[in-house]
């Protein structure tokens, strides 16, 4: 548990390379420690070594099956890798345990409009929404969801709302201030 915790604060102060280091030992001590194994794959996630990432939370999944935070990452990393649809299983498995999960409703939104099922992202937006009204990139891929169907006066205040809670949001900056959206 020691090598773990100090893992997860050494990568809270980025101090990514140390933390790794303390999850392999945290690994070395206990091979199926699902929290271990999952924070050691978001820091690989996070140098975007997504398919060093991915085992590390399918073992993690062995050793604890029904892990939401896990299937929320495991997503992510298969998202990235174009794995869309083994993404959006696991977002769904996420949203079994946990239905008021806001990161994956959002996560799940985005493989949905990836995917073309602009209808079904925008249900996923919106939730996120509800469960976390203060969910910046929530309202802009709304927003994004609502321009591709051309709804560009909905858009356009899904953005707003975007740069009102977060107003460094370059890609929400850059749609507003744009106007339109192809």
Same mark, same amino acid.
């Given at each position: 548990?020691?090598?773990?915790? /100090?893992?997860?604060?050494?990568?809270?102060?980025?101090?990514?390379? &140390?933390?790794?280091? !303390?999850?392999?030992?945290?690994l070395k001590i206990k091979p199926d420690y699902?929290?271990?194994?999952?924070?050691?794959?978001?820091?690989? #996630?996070?140098?975007?070594?997504?398919?060093? %990432?991915?085992?590390?939370?399918? #073992?993690?999944?062995?050793?604890?099956?029904? *892990?939401? &935070?896990?299937?929320? $990452?495991?997503?992510? %990393?298969? +998202?990235?890798?174009?794995?869309?649809?083994?993404?959006?299983?696991?977002?769904?498995?996420?949203?079994?345990?946990?239905?008021?999960?806001?990161?994956?409703? $959002? $996560?799940?939104?985005?493989?949905?409009?990836?995917?073309?099922?602009?209808? &079904?992202?925008?249900?996923?937006?919106?939730?996120?929404?509800?469960?976390?009204? +203060?969910?910046?990139?929530? *309202?802009?891929?709304?927003?994004?969801? /609502?321009? %591709?169907? *051309?709804?560009?006066? !909905?858009?356009?205040?899904?953005?707003?709302? +975007? /740069?009102? /809670?977060?107003?460094?949001? #370059?890609?929400?900056? %850059?749609?507003?201030?744009?106007? +339109?959206?192809?």
């Amino acid at each position: 548990l020691a090598h773990n915790n /100090l893992g997860y604060y050494l990568s809270g102060k980025g101090k990514v390379a &140390e933390a790794m280091e !303390e999850y392999r030992l945290a690994l070395k001590i206990k091979p199926d420690y699902e929290d271990a194994l999952n924070n050691f794959g978001y820091a690989l #996630a996070g140098q975007r070594k997504f398919s060093e %990432a991915i085992p590390l939370y399918v #073992a993690a999944l062995r050793a604890r099956p029904r *892990h939401v &935070e896990v299937h929320n $990452n495991l997503g992510n %990393a298969l +998202s990235e890798t174009g794995k869309m649809d083994e993404a959006v299983q696991h977002y769904l498995i996420a949203l079994q345990q946990k239905p008021e999960h806001a990161d994956a409703h $959002n $996560n799940l939104g985005i493989a949905l409009a990836m995917k073309g099922k602009l209808d &079904e992202a925008i249900t996923h937006f919106r939730a996120a929404i509800r469960y976390k009204p +203060s969910y910046a990139s929530a *309202h802009s891929n709304l927003g994004n969801a /609502l321009a %591709a169907q *051309h709804k560009l006066d !909905e858009a356009i205040q899904e953005y707003r709302e +975007s /740069l009102r /809670l977060k107003p460094d949001d #370059a890609q929400a900056k %850059a749609l507003w201030e744009k106007g +339109s959206v192809e």
